[in-house]
């Protein structure tokens, strides 16, 4: 541990928000000093394993109810400070945010409103292009005393496994294929996981929360846009641009989840308890939730998708009343006299998947063309023939035209183990979540690399963002550091490839609905520059 380690209050502590915490606990030197959870047992629960332990008693600003809470709390303790009162209690110097994808907007402008505070926010950035621009200009104003932005960083967690760093290094800096030309990126989700969050969960609809693409994907689209828009480290030091694509497009729908899917034995049921083929359903809720079958309780796991129906379940000593309380609450199930508020803003877990409100796609593909992109280059004259000053247009080294196709799928095996083929002029790699397998069409030789997995929280990503953000905010902290420096070294990512990345899906969701190939500069000049006052243009 460092003297003065980086203080950092986590906002929700829900499965993202706790994730993050044994990230800051196990790979970093800042500690968690602070959260704000409304769920009694969730915010205890978080305390005791992360902030006072469990034999003793939280003090003085270590926990809110409400995020609000906070924001007046540290506003009432930068007062007594100034009023000269001593004792004061150390503040925080960042904030994860990790609260429902819709609150994000609210929360993040109020946090730069405080002010002096580095933000991560998990991902996606928010749940419309509205949102995502205001929070943007919001954290430009986000400023410390010395003027400088703070620091920001998204939960683009892909960006930091060792897998997709290696793979990056092997295609832009080692040039293992020579200049790319295609991209196939699956991500499988997996055919009882998409039930869980997608049909029966809090990512259903889109009215209540976003395009699936969004809430499911928007990191692919981001790791696309990093294999394949910006430059190399060295080359975006030295004032290289990005290669911005040139169109968008994406098909897919609604295909399966729904009512004229549902198979007539099942009748008029429409909670899986009172079905008559619950024991031959796949995807009955008691198979997922409560037998050995997948992940249920029975088999002894009181986490995840188990402490997302019952969030205390882990408190039971009495594994029969815990599986009665867990078939109850399965069993809770609407009509068409229940409030169509009440339906919105629940989770109905035991929900018949064929009679859900559910309206996300579960099937999408994405296209991303890019141009050749021919940059201005000094060529090499002999000295005195006067040509010293004439420029030329070529192609850079991977900015030729190239695509990209994104395959978000749910029915599969694998669940979010992603897969990736590029093919380049020399050569062509098959990325899976566990290795590289690089054939070299020059030498025909094949080689395989096989990353170390640091943990399974997205091949380790969730570890090397933590530790990438809490690096930068202690160099600030600690080391004299600029914040632009840290963001640059250490978080490795812009406020600009944050835009960029999240306007990509809601452009690909208007190529979508609209059944059109979408012109991204044209999109991007009249849906992002003209809707704010973004300091830069694609």
């Not at 034999?55 to 924001?71: K, M, T």
């Not at 993040?108 to 200009?137: Q, V």
């Not at 815990?322 to 339906?343: F, H, M, S, V, W």
Request: aromatic letters at 8%; one cysteine or more; hydrophobic letters at 35%.
């Amino acid at each position: 541990m460092v003297p003065n380690p980086p203080r950092i209050l986590v906002v929700g502590a829900g499965s993202r928000g706790r994730a993050y915490a044994r990230a800051i606990q196990s790979s970093t030197d800042g500690i968690v000093t602070a959260v704000a959870e409304p769920n009694k047992y969730k915010r205890r629960q978080f305390g005791q394993s992360y902030i006072w332990g469990s034999h003793a008693l939280p003090s003085e600003g270590v926990q809110f109810d409400d995020w609000r809470d906070f924001i007046a709390y540290e506003k009432g303790r930068r007062a007594r400070i100034v009023a000269g009162e001593t004792d004061v209690p150390p503040g925080v110097d960042a904030a994860f945010v990790c609260v429902l994808d819709e609150m994000h907007r609210e929360v993040i402008l109020a946090l730069t409103m405080l002010g002096g505070l580095h933000i991560m926010c998990e991902k996606p950035l928010a749940t419309t292009l509205r949102d995502c621009i205001d929070i943007y200009e919001a954290l430009r104003t986000n400023t410390n005393a010395k003027g400088e932005q703070m620091i920001f960083s998204i939960g683009h967690v892909l960006r930091y496994s060792p897998h997709n760093m290696l793979l990056r290094k092997l295609l832009l800096e080692d040039r293992v294929i020579g200049d790319v030309l295609s991209v196939v990126h699956t991500e499988p989700v997996g055919w009882w996981h998409f039930t869980h969050s997608y049909v029966r969960g809090n990512w259903r609809r889109e009215s209540t929360s976003a395009p699936s693409l969004l809430t499911k994907s928007c990191h692919d689209i981001d790791v696309l846009l990093w294999l394949l828009c910006s430059p190399a480290s060295y080359n975006a030091q030295h004032g290289e641009t990005p290669h911005l694509p040139s169109t968008i497009s994406s098909t897919g729908s609604l295909q399966y989840f729904k009512r004229s899917r549902k198979p007539a034995a099942a009748g008029t049921a429409t909670n899986c308890l009172s079905c008559p083929i619950e024991s031959s359903c796949k995807y009955s809720a008691k198979r997922i939730y409560v037998t050995q079958e997948e992940f249920g309780l029975d088999s002894f796991n009181t986490d995840w998708p188990v402490n997302v129906v019952i969030p205390d379940i882990e408190s039971y000593s009495d594994m029969n009343v815990a599986r009665e309380t867990l078939l109850r609450e399965l069993a809770k199930d609407y009509g068409t006299n229940t409030p169509a508020l009440q339906i919105e803003q629940s989770n109905w877990f035991g929900r018949c998947v064929y009679e859900s409100d559910n309206d996300v796609c579960d099937e999408q593909i994405v296209t991303i063309t890019w141009d050749d992109d021919p940059v201005s280059s000094l060529p090499s004259f002999p000295h005195g023939l006067g040509q010293e000053n004439l420029l030329v247009s070529s192609p850079s080294r991977g900015r030729g035209s190239k695509t990209a196709t994104f395959h978000m799928v749910a029915q599969t095996n694998k669940i979010c183990q992603r897969y990736t083929n590029l093919y380049g002029v020399d050569g062509e790699i098959f990325a899976d979540s566990s290795t590289i397998t690089i054939h070299d069409f020059r030498t025909g030789e094949t080689t395989t690399h096989c990353p170390r997995n640091e943990d399974r929280g997205h091949g380790g990503g969730d570890l090397g963002l933590t530790r990438q953000f809490v690096r930068a905010v202690d160099k600030v902290k600690n080391h004299g550091w600029t914040t632009n420096r840290a963001q640059t070294e250490l978080v490795g990512c812009t406020l600009e490839e944050v835009m960029r990345s999240h306007a990509m899906v809601f452009c690909a969701e208007e190529a979508r609905k609209n059944k059109k190939v979408v012109d991204w500069g044209e999109w991007w000049a009249k849906h992002v520059e003209a809707g704010g006052t973004l300091p830069f243009g694609d």
